[in-house]
Every structure is written in structure tokens, then in C-alpha cells.
């Protein structure tokens, strides 16, 4: 079998997003609405993609269970809004409680994944989707006492969507924006998800990063040197964990809702896709790739609903986002296997 090109899916998709932009620009759809969706999905999903990165350098494969990281996040933020707490301090308040949450469900769900070593995506899989279904109960049970938090009728169990307006719903996405004409850079998310990626890059040059690397890279030869592989990957699980809790915070807050129930059930999918859109998929996976991937993946989101509704074929943009979606998690498995066939053959 002929090797495949590995970057392959970035031009394809690269191409096709320059397709619906010149057809947007021949229907007169506005550059700038574009534009600003599109920076905005930026650091609304970007974070999300980022949790992915410390499980790929390990060893441990795509995150599919990153619904565990989120649940984490939305019990953060549900606190939040039972408190009351507005604006800017709420949001600081969701991702301070957000941390907390996605450790304390991150150390069982790193523990398990340490007894599957190689199987930890399906493993992964499974737990994300039964940890969604487990939270089911809680939401419909838990003693939160906010009134625009429950159900009007009967008082008692979580909505499953609850509006962040009064609270500090887009209180990130307004903070520092700058306009230019019609074009509107929300200067305070893109900075703080840039932080974000400083923050990861750096640490994966520390000395718990590092060691990360070098267990993702040859956990046997890790352990001989010294290393802990099982304390390693339950770090690394961890953290991906806790960046998943902050992501959800952040994507919510710029949605305007909190989604429980059932919500969280397919969110790790659109991070996988756009990750390996990136060009991640082991150890060697970076923040640019999840930068890039994020881009990419997301501005075609932006640009194939309007150009989908001036073809008069509004149901066109959700078919083409479920096909690129699982498209290339297919495409990046077959090159992943082709890649280590070629290799044992050679």
C-alpha cells in the first residue's frame, strides 16, 4: 500500500474552506461576520483541544473521555450560578472550581485508565459516555436552590439548559474587545486562550513535562531510568482533565448557556477531529497543532451554515460537519496504521 501524506487532511480541508469563502464573497455574505465567528470559535474550542495534548504525550492516546473533564467544568460553573456570583469574578470563580472538580474526578478516572494501558481510548470512550448518563441523576437531584436554575414546575432538579445572562455569561468575550468598522477582535479571549497555550508549551519543557514526553515516547525505557510511568500518565491524565473542565468554562460563557444531561455526550469528537486536523496524534503533538486544527475545523463550521442557507440547502451545513467530523478521526486512523505497517515492513 502506497504511504498517505500526513498533511494530507490539512489540504484538503485548507482547500475546501477557500471554496466557501469565495462562494460566501459571490453571495455577498459579510468577511467581517466571518471573521468574528471565526475568532471567536477560536478560544471557545480551542481550550478543549488543548486538554488533549498532555493524554497524546503521554502515551494515552485521543481523550474520548474528555466528557469526564467536562462534567467536572459544568459542576463548576452550575455552583457558580447557584451562588449568584456575576461578571468577571464568576468566571474566575467556574474555572477555580472547575480545577477542583476535574481533579478530583481525574484521579479515578487516571487510575482506571492505568489498569487498560493501550486499550485507553475505548476505555476512555465508554467512561465519558457513562459518566454522562451517572451525572444525569445528580443534575435531576442536586440541592442547588437558585430558582432560575430549576424547574419551574415541581422546584426541584436542574434545567438542561440554563441561561448564564444574568451571571457572567460572554463576560470573556467582552473583555477588551476592540472594533474595527465592523470587525470585532475579542482581544480578552483570544489573550487569555493564548495563555493558555504559552503556559502548555512551556510546561512540556519542565521537568514533569519531560518526563511526560519521554514516558509517551518509551515508557520502558522511562521506567529504567527512574521514571514512575503509572504517577507520570496519572499526571498527565489529570491535567487533561483539569484543561477540559476550564475549556467547557469557557466555551459556555461564550455560548451563553450551560447544556447538562445529555449535552456533554459528543463534545469529544469535534476536539479529536480538529486535533488531528492539526497534525497531532502522539507524543510528538504540540500547541500548534492544536492552534491550527482549532482554526481550521472551526472556520469551516463558521462559513458552511451561511453559504449552506444561500445554496437553499439549510440542512447542507450539519451533514458536511458530521462528515468532516468523522471523517478525519477515519482518515488519521488509516494513515496511523498504514504509517505503522510501513514501518514493521521496513
Same mark, same amino acid.
Given at each position: ?31 467581517? !461576520?466571518?471573521?468574528? *465567528?471565526?475568532? %471567536? ?24 473521555? #474528555? ?25 474566575? #470563580?467556574?474555572?477555580?472550581?472547575? !480545577?477542583?472538580?476535574?481533579? &478530583? #474526578?481525574? #484521579? ?6 492505568? @489498569? ?8 476512555? @470512550?465508554?467512561?465519558?459516555? &457513562?459518566?454522562?448518563? +451517572? ?46 468598522? *465592523? ?14 497555550? !504559552? ?22 525505557? +522511562? ?6 510511568? *503509572? ?14 473542565? @476550564?475549556?467547557?468554562? %469557557? ?24 486535533? @488531528? ?9 504540540? %500547541?500548534? +497543532? ?12 463558521? %462559513?458552511?451554515?451561511?453559504? &449552506? ?22 482518515? &488519521? ?9 510501513? *514501518?514493521?515492513?521496513?
Amino acid at each position: 500500500m502506497s504511504a498517505l501524506r500526513p498533511g494530507m487532511p490539512r489540504i484538503i480541508i485548507l482547500v475546501f474552506l477557500l471554496l466557501m469563502i469565495i462562494v460566501a464573497a459571490r453571495a455577498g455574505i459579510p468577511a467581517s !461576520g466571518l471573521v468574528n *465567528d471565526s475568532l %471567536v470559535r477560536l478560544f471557545m474550542n480551542g481550550v478543549l483541544v488543548l486538554s488533549l495534548l498532555p493524554m497524546l504525550r503521554v502515551g494515552a492516546g485521543i481523550n474520548y473521555g #474528555l466528557p469526564v473533564g467536562i462534567l467536572a467544568g459544568l459542576l463548576g460553573m452550575a455552583v457558580t450560578v447557584n451562588l449568584g456570583v456575576a461578571s468577571l469574578p464568576g468566571f474566575l #470563580l467556574s474555572l477555580l472550581l472547575a !480545577g477542583f472538580f476535574g481533579v &478530583a #474526578l481525574g #484521579l479515578p478516572y487516571a487510575r482506571v485508565l492505568n @489498569l487498560v494501558k493501550g486499550r485507553e481510548e475505548i476505555a476512555g @470512550l465508554f467512561i465519558g459516555f &457513562a459518566s454522562v448518563y +451517572a451525572m444525569c441523576f445528580f443534575w435531576a437531584v442536586a440541592p442547588f436552590q437558585n430558582p432560575e436554575m430549576l424547574w419551574p414546575i415541581g422546584g426541584h432538579g436542574l434545567r438542561p439548559t440554563i441561561g448564564l445572562t444574568t451571571t457572567f455569561g460572554r463576560s470573556l468575550n467582552h473583555l477588551g474587545q476592540l472594533h474595527l468598522g *465592523d470587525l470585532v477582535l475579542p482581544l480578552g479571549g483570544l489573550a487569555f486562550f493564548l495563555l493558555l497555550c !504559552g503556559l502548555l508549551h512551556f510546561f512540556f519543557y519542565s521537568k514533569t513535562g519531560l518526563a511526560i514526553t519521554a514516558v509517551g515516547e518509551n515508557p520502558s525505557f +522511562a521506567r529504567i531510568n527512574g521514571l514512575q510511568v *503509572d504517577r507520570v500518565r496519572s499526571q498527565a491524565i489529570v491535567l487533561s482533565t483539569v484543561i477540559a473542565a @476550564l475549556g467547557i468554562c %469557557v466555551y459556555a460563557q461564550s455560548y451563553g448557556f450551560l447544556e447538562l444531561y445529555e449535552a456533554p455526550l459528543m463534545m469529544a469528537f469535534p476536539a479529536a477531529s480538529a486535533i @488531528l486536523l492539526g497534525g497531532g496524534g502522539g507524543y510528538h503533538s504540540g %500547541v500548534g +497543532a492544536a492552534i491550527i486544527g482549532t482554526f481550521l475545523f472551526q472556520s469551516v463550521y463558521v %462559513v458552511s451554515g451561511p453559504v &449552506a442557507n444561500c445554496l437553499l440547502v439549510p440542512e447542507l451545513s450539519e451533514i458536511v460537519r458530521v462528515i468532516l467530523t468523522s471523517g478525519i478521526i477515519l482518515y &488519521a486512523l488509516v494513515f496511523m496504521e498504514e504509517r505503522g505497517s510501513g *514501518d514493521e515492513e521496513n
